[in-house]
């Protein structure tokens, strides 16, 4: 009688494992066809190129860049200007006569903007005589 009543739960155990499987792959069945594995496929590959490309193009960007920022005028422009700034703030900082030298440097740059307008005044009536005759 014991064998008899292991046999059936050994087979009520197998239909229910059965049963299990049955709906495991209905589900494996509906996903499948919602996703389209060829279309999924060209998908991922467009999108690998997509990023081959944006890398290339990341990368080419990057060089013409660095190329740009090696060139000995614009860092020797960079470097005046950086030099220029640190000598003023130096000189703000360290000197008690800071005031004197700033008010000196101000008027110089006021001279300079006079002189360019005063360029850009005589240009304009260049070409306003220019115009007239």
């Known amino acids: 009688m014991i064998s008899v009543s292991t046999q059936l739960s050994e087979q009520l155990t197998f239909v229910r494992a059965t049963g299990q499987l049955r709906k495991s792959s209905e589900v494996m069945k509906c996903v499948s066809s919602l996703v389209k594995v060829p279309t999924l496929l060209r998908s991922l590959k467009g999108m690998s190129k997509e990023m081959y490309k944006a890398g290339l193009i990341d ?7 660095d190329g740009m920022l090696d060139d000995a005028d614009t860092e020797e422009l960079a470097e005046e200007e950086v030099n220029r700034i640190l000598d003023e703030l130096s000189v703000a900082v360290t000197m008690p006569s800071a005031p004197v030298r700033r008010a000196q440097v101000v008027q110089k740059e006021a001279v300079d903007e006079e002189e360019e307008e005063d360029a850009e005044r005589e240009e304009l009536a260049r070409r306003l005589a220019a115009i007239k005759t």
């Open 59 to 65: 990368e080419m960007v990057g060089d013409h860049l």
